[in-house]
């Protein structure tokens, strides 16, 4: 499994980590057991949320790695109605408690709100300072979000910015990309698989995929997760509800196209017009 280093953290994690949003509507063992055999193919890097099933996933996420804390780099999200000053605080200690750990490796505004950024940074500092966590960032923020989020919380404090990427959803690579790479900041890139929009085998950009996916003896998915991996700040957190689905996953950490590849993709999943929003789910 490829490791890259997360923006200006200095920590090395995974290229492929494991998603968790919408779990909660699994199987629960199945889920646990995916995560657990994702940890053993190296997919240390696990994202979840206080929101997913109203925490009932962060408890999920406890479950799966308890035994295995120091394994994981683990990360979870403070909804924004929640994101005043008093309230991370809470929230975070609530996350922990499901979680069943006395730290985050990464804790995310989940997107922007009506609180003031000052509150939730200067939480997410406080937090720092004591422990509870080790790094902080942002999800679903666009351009001018994010260059205000720079200027309030400081340089090389941001470590990542989580959105959504994928093969037919390319919006980021207008500005957003653009923004991280020159700051420093790792792109996840949440729903890599387009949430239910993966393309069709039989149509020709899904054709494209899986002959390249033929050429390299892999799935047609894990080249859809090595495309985006194909610049530096970018990683991926796929969902997988199975453990052959995960395994299938981790080994996209393992895959290298060539340029010819890449830009047969280009061509077949062009980038589009930048339309000036960030698609979110």
Not at 148 to 160: F, L, P, R, S
Not at 181 to 193: D, K, L, N, Q, T
Not at 210 to 239: D, E, N
């Amino acid at each position: 499994m490829e490791q890259r280093t997360l923006g200006s953290t200095g920590v090395k994690i995974p290229v492929v980590g494991q998603g968790t949003w919408q779990m909660e509507t699994e199987d629960e063992a199945g889920c646990i057991d995916a995560i657990r055999r994702g940890l053993d193919a190296g997919m240390t890097h696990i994202d979840t949320a206080e929101m997913y099933g109203a925490g009932a996933v962060e408890e999920l996420v406890g479950k799966a790695i308890e035994g295995r804390r120091d394994e994981v780099f683990l990360v979870s999200k403070v909804l924004p109605s929640n994101a005043s000053y008093s309230g991370t605080i809470a929230a975070c200690e609530r996350s922990l408690e499901r979680l069943r750990t006395d730290r985050l490796d990464l804790y995310l505004l989940h997107w922007p709100g009506s609180h003031p950024l000052e509150e939730t940074f200067r939480a997410f500092k406080d937090l720092r300072a004591q422990g509870k966590i080790r790094y902080f960032g942002v999800s679903n923020f666009d351009q001018a979000e994010l260059s205000k989020a720079i200027a309030i919380a400081g340089v090389n404090e941001i470590a990542c910015n989580q959105v959504l990427y994928h093969l037919l959803e390319r919006a980021v690579e207008h500005r957003v990309l653009p923004l991280c790479e020159r700051h420093g900041i790792a792109v996840v890139a949440y729903s890599p698989f387009g949430s239910g929009r993966f393309p069709a085998p039989d149509g020709a950009a899904g054709r494209v995929l899986a002959s390249i996916a033929a050429a390299h003896g892999v799935t047609p998915r894990q080249v859809a997760l090595r495309f985006l991996l194909r610049r530096q700040p970018v990683f991926v957190i796929p969902k997988a509800a199975s453990a052959a689905h995960a395994l299938d996953n981790a080994a996209a950490g393992a895959l290298r196209l060539t340029s010819e590849d890449v830009a047969r993709l280009e061509t077949a999943f062009p980038l589009g017009r930048d339309r000036g929003v960030l698609p979110t789910l």
